[in-house]
């Protein structure tokens, strides 16, 4: 791996699993909302968002990563400004009261919380609402919140090791508990499981007090209104897209998990640039073929992406 890849993505090997995972760039920030305005893409990861945005003749590109060391910096277009150390407890400390007319934040507000000296989303879009101009538009993505339930050893942690190590060997296909768990939705939760230990979510709470990952859709909702942001749309993009076992050969056949997660890439963006997909109500039954199709390569999970966007009062 070369060492320009920020830390996280180089524990996971993020540039051969991005391409399985989303697309979310035409349906995360359209071109028109991009030109002329002044961008921020938060915690910018392998840099290809700033690239779409610098793209589109926007007045400036600002991306940021939290990490301070000089060797975690992703390749970057010229023109794009890189901000080092900035934390999502530290967004105002970093960048410029009033300096952002579009904030991006794609697929990050699900891991920072309290716990583990982590920050929650209402701490973010309070340090977001500063930086943004008078009638500047944030936009945000995240997992929709998904249960583990109906495994209550899930909450005790000597056993829940044993059980999330079993169902992620369920959900690769091993014969081990067959006969235990031979549902559809066991086999689901242990994809899922697979995913989050991947990814290194952390643990939330349902309505239910099921212990689950991701944000809950109404929760976050209310942290936008609560922050003095005005809702502009609230939406599924697209469904997140995890393909089960595929990290056990990033050491032993990187080069066949690139032809495939840029096969599975080029599938997305047929859809996702499809006039059709725009319609909210078409939408489903497009995701339904896309998945399927998706599914002939590579064995997924998936949990739904919801995008907020949202703006600052005034101007």
């Excluded at 507000?109 to 879009?125: A, K």
């Excluded at 995240?142 to 209550?152: D, K, R, V």
């Excluded at 989050?196 to 990952?213: D, I, N, W």
């Excluded at 056949?253 to 109500?281: C, M, N, Q």
Aim: hydrophobic residues 40%.
């Amino acid at each position: 791996m070369t060492e320009r890849v920020p830390l996280w993505e180089r524990e996971r090997q993020w540039p051969l699993m991005r391409p399985f995972v989303y697309y979310l760039v035409e349906n995360f920030v359209p071109p028109e909302w991009i030109r002329g305005a002044r961008a921020v893409d938060f915690s910018t990861g392998l840099g290809d968002l700033s690239g779409y945005l610098a793209r589109h003749d926007p007045a400036s590109v600002v991306a940021t990563i939290p990490e301070s060391d000089g060797s975690a910096a992703p390749p970057l277009p010229a023109g794009v400004e890189l901000r080092r150390g900035v934390l999502a407890s530290k967004i105002a400390d970093s960048l410029e009261s009033g300096s952002a007319d579009l904030f991006c934040a794609r697929m990050v507000f699900q891991f920072p919380r309290w716990e583990d000296e982590g920050v929650d989303v209402d701490v973010m879009l309070d340090q977001i609402r500063r930086v943004l101009t008078p009638g500047g538009r944030v936009v945000v993505t995240t997992h929709a919140f998904f249960p583990l339930q109906n495994y209550p050893s899930l909450q005790d942690e000597a056993d829940s090791e044993e059980l999330l190590n079993r169902l992620v060997a369920l959900a690769a296909g091993s014969p081990r508990d067959v006969h235990e768990i031979l549902t559809e939705e066991a086999q689901r939760l242990g994809g899922l499981t697979e995913m989050v230990r991947y990814l290194a979510l952390p643990p939330r709470e349902s309505s239910t007090g099921l212990t689950g990952y991701g944000l809950r859709v109404p929760a976050l909702v209310d942290s936008f209104v609560r922050a003095g942001l005005t809702l502009d749309t609230v939406d599924d993009v697209e469904p997140f897209t995890y393909p089960l076992g595929t990290w056990e050969l990033f050491d032993t056949a990187p080069d066949h998990v690139r032809e495939l997660g840029d096969a599975v890439f080029r599938i997305k963006r047929r859809w996702y640039t499809d006039p059709r997909y725009a319609d909210p109500y078409g939408r489903p039954g497009l995701v339904k073929r896309m998945l399927q199709e998706v599914r002939w390569l590579v064995p997924i999970v998936w949990v739904p992406i919801v995008r907020v966007v949202a703006r600052k009062p005034g101007g």
